[in-house]
Each structure stands twice: as C-alpha cells, then as structure tokens.
C-alpha cells in the first residue's frame, strides 16, 4: 500500500467532477480525498499499484460527460495515512482562483424527467438543477464555485435539499445549485414597474399562455439575461415587437419545445441536432421545410434570407412556457437593437416596459449577463461555425493552453468586442460583448472585465490592444496598462486573426513549415494607415508576412459606408469605369457630386472583401442600405446559393482568370466582370454565385504563388457557409485546410488571436507591400462628409 497523486489538468468546475470522482473512489474502497488545484483537480489516494493504476485509467475513460480533461498524470508520493475519501478545499485559498470557469449548462435530460413528473417533489419548478445542468457562470461572484460565492448564496437549503447534496447517492450530491419549491427561487409577473400581479408559479404559468394568445410581448428572465418572447405565428405582433425594438429586418430566432418538434417542421442534419440538444444548447440556422413556411411568418421573422434561428429550451422555466404554449415563440434578446442585453431586474423595470407588455421575473440574480449562441453547420460538408460565442460556451477556452507564465490580458476589437484572460496556462474567452460603439456596451465589457479582474484576483503582467486608436477596447487598455503600470503591446488586428487560427490548431512553432493565412473581414487598421481587410499572410518560424492583398479602393464617408453597400458600389466601381446609370441612380444628386468629390481626394484606402460583398450585392440591387451588419452579405450569399442549389458548384469561372500577377489582387477585374455580366443581361444568381466562385479560385491562385498546402482562415467574411462549404469541396486533399470550429471566424476571436501573436512572440515582416502612411481626411473633405450626413 502507497500514496498516489493524480492529477487531472483542464477541467471545469460545476460539472459534478469532484463528486465522480467520490464515487469511484469508495467504489473501489479507496481512501484519500480530492480537491480543485490551482492547474486542475488533485487527487490522494492509498493503494496499491495495480489499484492507484486502475482508478486513474477509470477516471479518464468515464469522467462525467460535460469535464473535459486536457492532460493528466500519476505518480507514487511520500506515503501518508487517510482513514476515509472526502471531498476537500484547496488548502491553498489563492490556487482555487486559477481554475477554469463552468459555463452555463442546459437542462439535463434527468432534470427535466423530474419537471414534468407529478410524482416529484419538484414537478413544474422553474429553476431545477443538479450537478449536470443549470447556471454555472452567470451566477458566480468568486472562485472556487461554491453556492456562498454564487446568488444561490441567499436561499437556504431546506432540510430535504440538505440531504440531497450530503448524499452519496443522489444525482444532487455536491450540486451548488440545488433548490426547490421550499427553499428556492421565487417567480413574479408584472404589468409595471410599480405592482406584482401574480407570485404563484401555476397562476403565472397559466397567465402567460394566455397572454402569448393575445398577442402580447413578454420579457421573461432567463439564465444570461431578459428574453423576450412572443407568437410567431401572429404577424401584428411580430411587427409590433420590431417597431419597439428599432430592429426593422433582423433575423429573429424562434422557441420550440422539444427537437422532434423541430425536425418536423425544419431540415435538421445529425450534426445540426447534436448542436440543437447539447449542453450549450445554442440557436441554429435550419432550413425550414414547407409546413413551416405554411405555419410560420418567415418574413417578418427573417427577411429575405432562407434559413431561420431555432432553439429548443436551455432552461426549465424556458422548458414549461414553450411546452405549455404548444406553438412556436419569438425568442429574442430583450434590449433596443444595438445596446446589450438587459440583465438586471431594476433595469428590466425602468426599461421593458417600453418594449414589453408584461414581465416574468425572479428573485435569483445574474451576474455576467450573456446572449443565446448562434451556430450554423455548412450544408455540403457539415463544418461547424460559431456565429456567436457565449451562453453554454463562455468563457474557458480549453482547446489551447497558454505556454507563459505570466497572466496576459487581451482587449480584443470593436464591433464584436471579447476580451482573453490567459493565466498560469488556462485561457479564458469572454462571452460577446456586443459593439464597442455603444456606451451600454461598453459599460457591460467593463463590468464583465472587472468582475473577472475581482474574480481570479489578479493584476495583469501585460496587456494587448488592436491598433486602431478609435477603438474602445484600445482606450480601455491604456487606461489599464496605465493603472496597473504595466506594458501596452500593439497588435495589428488581421495578424491577430491570422494567430487565432494558428492557435486554435496548435499551428504555431510546432513546424517551421510555411502556411498561409487568408484573412477577409470588413475593416482593421493597417500597418500603412489604410484599412485592410482583403489579405494573404505568410507564417513560419514566428514571423508574419503580408504576402499580398486586394488592390486598395478608396474608403469615405466613414461607417457611412459599413451602412450603406450602395457607398461601398461606389468607391469600388471607381476602379475601372465610368459609374453606370444604375449606380448613379441610387444617390441624390447633392449626395453624387458630394460623394464623387471625397472619392477623387481621398488620402484613406481600403483592400476591404466585406465591402467588396457589400458593393456586389448594391450592383446586384439587392442592398443598398442595411440595417444591421452584414445583411447585405447574407443577401448576396442566399442568391448564390439559391443558384448553386439549383445548378451545381462549378457552373461558372472566375472574373480573376488570367488576372492576378505580382503582390495585389486586382479588385477591378472583379467588380468590371460583374457590370459587364449586368450590363450583358446575366441571370443575378449566376452573377452572385461567379462573384463566390472568384474568391475560391483566389484562394487556389495564392496557394501555388505563395508555394504552400496549409492554409488557414479567419475573418468574418468566412461566417459565410456558402463559400467555406465551396473552398472546402474543391480544394480538400489538395491543400490542409483550417477553419474556426471552437471561436467565431468574426472579431470575437481578435482578443484571443492577440493573447496567442503575444505568448508566442510572433514577429511581423511587411513583404514589400508598402503605401504611404496618410493621415485623415483633411479640413475640405470633412467639410463635404457633412454635407452628407
């Protein structure tokens, strides 16, 4: 008999590891205990050999279904005497701050059994949990998680719920989030801020279906903030909800109560089912099917596009209404289109009711407000892609481990802002954190960045900031590097995109092999001063090189043109020809010669592919003004697809053919080819399904120039599943791919790209593509942009 060390490295907590662990251990009549360790979970065991052996290979084969175990190992110690197993704390308080933080979970499948049984002391309980499911995240206040660091910390265990998380064998063993009926959460419905109508759960319940039939809008708070839910299928309100949100167009996701359900009315892959039923429990995109397009009233919910946001319940009070209701719910993010979500109640108070008919609230409180997830699979080769990264996936990140030392802050972009803590070895990714331009948003991204700060109890050793100095999270970090007197390091922001990617494949100085990044987005400031967003990177040995780029076209008017695609037609069509009439037709005349002047002074450029997508789809008349980011791109992906769908993926060729020669992409060969296709009377699909096909080939073209099989890619422009499902199919096998599958191809994987160029110490060589370094805009053309605006 001897004692044995097991470590365990990469697990999250709140999952019910610790209590698998008790249950082994006096399975096997062990003794010892296990306790969370500043690098994972620690365990002390006397045994045998063959005994500490098979338990440690147990451990590993049949850890609870929601841990994740990076790396592990055992080893023979000095010997000391336990008389029983237990469950410990760290004797050391400051190592519980360095474990990884549990995201939320959704309800498990045991959990809602228990909802819906009227047999059980908990049928019909809104906030059921156990060690598998329930809030983990969002309701944390310190580390380690334990109940009193949480806002479960206010409702005491009554007597029954005491003897469940005692109880060796009870699924509650251990859990911190325990409750019922006697002791938990209480549910109240309210009409205004100034009354509570109902605090019955079975009156409420009952209420709400009522209302829903109505036709009413109601804010319902649910794990990560307030929800706002409505019938799908009645038009008026569905109008009515986007006229109070100020959301004229964009997709809204629907509520239904159970994945056969789903599968009636909507085609759904099995990998597009694993997502819908996991622990995550995001929204996917699904195509629906025609009895959904009978029942459902697609244009209002998504506009123009061809596939919808669904989601079944990720939490039990989500679970009764849905189920009650019987019928699909509007399910959106309870806030004005632009700001973030609402999470606290005296927010929701002062504030919903100005969207809202009615509001169901509670009396536990959320502390990291998050969004709902959103995740698309490609339709040809089933690639997974984050659309949006939070509630279930937020915020450790255990894919990579950081190799410093030292802990190393990230503040991440703009528009869709994160921020990356990495800390003796463990990585952490914020949720989204919405757009850096809205000062709501940006007091959300403090206020989660503080309470990460207070958290772990930690003062940063470095910090990490994009380029631009117009950015939020770029001012932010000098505030911080100034308060904790620390170094700012810079990092231009398609080289952190281009690290992500690395990073996330563990891509980096593994190999001193060449690869090469195509990293395409709608804007970042360059090394030159002008905005990039169309680029081809080198990598190898730890030194990033622009190899090459699409050829500048002017950028005016500011975010004017992020808004209006038929701006971004414009300055792209600049390029190569005389304007059409068409074009010419889409602007007033003061706006033309307004325009036409800042075009023919402009000092500031951009090698942007998100405008060129925006510029296409105003050629193609399908955007000319968009109302939230990236609807024009959606637009012109659906009308290729539609294209595609109905006649093959290699029906065209490429407006780049015999083109690219040297460093430069030549944007007007793309955008000449197309107005030469319009003016010749192409179909428009054809037009938008060539325009995809020309970036394929373009990845193909710079491969063999650059003499390279790996690729990477990153950017938000590779949120497009058209055309990743198309790079994928043509180029597989000939060329190693890497894509996004854990972060977002968008901004939110910026601050984790920054975090990864920095611990690596990646170098940047700009190869021979230099413009000159212009300043903004002089006192004239600022004068002319206000004309405009």
């Known amino acids: 008999m001897a004692t044995y060390h097991i470590h365990l490295n990469g697990i999250v907590q709140g999952v019910g590891f610790r209590p698998a662990v008790y249950h082994l251990a006096t399975e096997m009549d062990l003794k010892g205990y296990v306790e969370n360790g500043s690098d994972g979970v620690n365990v002390f065991i006397n045994a045998t050999k063959s005994e500490a052996n098979l338990f440690f290979e147990k451990l590993r084969l049949h850890a609870p279904e929601r841990s994740k175990i990076s790396s592990a190992s055992i080893q023979k110690i000095p010997h000391q005497l336990f008389s029983a197993f237990s469950i410990a704390l760290s004797k050391d308080a400051a190592s519980e701050k360095q474990v990884s933080i549990p995201p939320d979970l959704a309800t498990c499948a045991n959990c809602l059994a228990d909802l819906h049984d009227v047999n059980n002391r908990r049928h019909r309980y809104p906030f059921i949990t156990c060690t598998q499911c329930g809030p983990r995240y969002s309701i944390i206040n310190s580390l380690p998680y334990e109940r009193h660091y949480t806002s479960m910390s206010r409702f005491e265990p009554c007597k029954t719920c005491g003897h469940e998380y005692n109880s060796l064998t009870d699924r509650r063993f251990f859990s911190q989030s325990n409750s019922c009926t006697q002791c938990g959460i209480s549910l109240i419905l309210q009409k205004d801020a100034s009354s509570v109508m109902l605090t019955n759960v079975g009156d409420i319940l009952s209420k709400v279906k009522i ?119 509007i399910a959106t993010s309870a806030n004005i289109s632009g700001s973030p979500i609402i999470y606290r109640d005296d927010d929701a108070l002062n504030y919903l009711f100005d969207i809202a008919d009615y509001i169901v609230s509670h009396n536990r409180a959320i502390l990291v407000p998050q969004d709902d997830s959103v995740v698309q699979v490609s339709s040809l080769t089933n690639l997974p892609v984050i659309l949006r990264r939070s509630r279930g996936y937020a915020p450790s990140f255990l894919q990579y481990q950081a190799r410093a030392d030292q802990s190393i802050l990230a503040t991440g972009a703009f528009i869709k802002s994160s921020f990356t803590l990495a800390l003796k070895g463990n990585v952490f990714v914020s949720q989204f954190l919405g757009s850096g331009e809205s000062f709501e948003s940006q007091l959300m991204y403090r206020h989660t960045l503080e309470h990460w700060l207070n958290m772990y109890t930690v003062k940063p050793d470095l910090i990490i ?86 050829d500048y076209f002017p950028s005016i008017a500011g975010d004017k043109t992020a808004l209006e695609p038929r701006i971004a037609a414009l300055c792209a069509s600049h390029l190569v020809c005389p304007p059409s009439r068409q074009l010419k037709e889409k602007f007033t005349v003061t706006e033309w010669n307004n325009y036409q002047a800042l075009i023919n002074n402009s000092k500031l450029h951009t090698s942007s592919v998100g405008r060129l997508f925006d510029a296409a789809a105003s050629l193609l008349g399908i955007c000319d003004k968009q109302t939230y980011e990236g609807e024009a791109a959606l637009y012109l992906q659906k009308l290729a697809e539609d294209y595609v769908a109905a006649r093959g993926y290699c029906n065209c060729k490429s407006y780049f053919e015999g083109k690219p020669e040297g460093d430069g992409v030549p944007t007007g060969a793309l955008i000449e080819g197309m107005i030469k296709d319009l003016q010749g009377g192409k179909d428009k699909g054809y037009i938008a399904a060539r325009f995809h096909y020309s970036l394929v080939c373009l990845v193909d073209a710079m491969a063999l120039r650059f003499k390279v099989t ?80």
């Open 710 to 789: 790996d690729i990477c890619f990153s950017g938000g422009v590779f949120q497009n599943t058209l055309l990743v499902d198309w790079i994928r199919s043509k180029y597989t096998g000939k060329y190693q791919l890497y894509f996004h599958i854990n972060l977002c191809p968008n901004d939110e994987n910026i601050s984790f790209g920054q975090m990864v160029y920095a611990e690596n110490n990646i170098t940047s060589a700009e190869g021979g593509i230099h413009q000159p370094n212009f300043n903004q805009t002089d006192h004239a053309l600022c004068a002319a942009e206000e004309l405009i605006n």
């Open 211 to 329: 209302l829903l039939k109505q036709g009413k809008i109601i804010a319902v708070k649910g794990i990560g903030g307030y929800i706002l839910l409505c019938d799908a299928q009645q038009n008026a309100t569905i109008k009515l909800l986007r006229s109070r949100k100020h959301r004229p167009s964009k997709p809204f996701a629907i509520l239904y109560p159970d994945i056969k359900t789903i599968q009636n009315y909507f085609e759904v892959s099995d990998n597009e089912k694993m997502f819908l039923t996991s622990v995550e429990a995001p929204i996917v995109l699904l195509h629906p099917k025609r009895l959904a397009r009978r029942s459902l009233a697609i244009n209002h919910i998504a506009p123009g596009l061809n596939r919808l946001g669904v989601m079944i319940p990720y939490n039990p009070l989500f679970d009764l209404i849905a189920r009650d209701y019987g019928k699909p719910l």
């Open 465 to 550: 900031a994009d380029k631009h100095p117009d950015y939020f999270s770029h001012q932010y970090a000098h505030d911080l590097a100034r308060k904790f007197s620390v170094k700012l390091k810079l990092v231009q922001h398609h080289e952190a995109h281009f690290a992500a990617i690395l990073g996330e494949h563990h891509h980096l100085l593994s190999t001193p092999k060449r690869t090469m990044g195509v990293i395409w987005d709608g804007t970042g400031l360059g090394h030159d001063g002008h905005i990039w967003g169309g680029e081809f990177f080198t990598y190898q040995n730890g030194q990033m090189r622009r190899c090459a780029h699409f």
